[in-house]
């Protein structure tokens, strides 16, 4: 089992950054790749962005490609989403997810994160 806490979510500009961190627990989180997604109201649930369990490869949807960063750091078991150039469209809850590859299905979820943008 690995028990994943969502925080930095908050109220932001247009143009404005966040950093979203994900702290994991339980099972060894190098393991895993982790990945962001997002849920806007009335939308389904989306990719934003992944990353390998060594952090040598990263994948982003193109909407936040060159404007979100993902990371990792084994040594906190906290993964980050680091968001510049928002924009109201970015306005969602944002959910970290673990999985035993970068493209297979996600295991385990966190509780999310609401991130508003406002224009």
């Known amino acids: 089992q690995v028990h994943l806490v969502e925080s930095g979510g908050g109220l932001v500009q247009a143009g404005g950054s966040l950093r979203l961190s994900c702290a994991a627990s339980g099972r060894t989180f190098s393991n895993y790749a982790m990945r962001w997604f997002r849920q806007a109201p009335g939308k389904e649930r989306e990719f934003v962005a992944g990353?390998?369990?060594?952090?040598?490869?990263?994948d982003y949807a193109d909407s936040v490609k060159g404007r979100f960063t993902i990371s990792r750091d084994s040594a906190k078991n906290t993964v980050y989403l680091q968001m510049n150039s928002l924009k109201p469209e970015d306005t969602a809850v944002y959910y970290c997810a673990a999985a035993r590859g970068l493209y297979i299905l996600p295991d385990y979820w966190g509780q999310g994160t609401q991130v508003t943008v406002s224009s």
């Open positions: 990353i390998n369990w060594s952090g040598g490869i990263t």
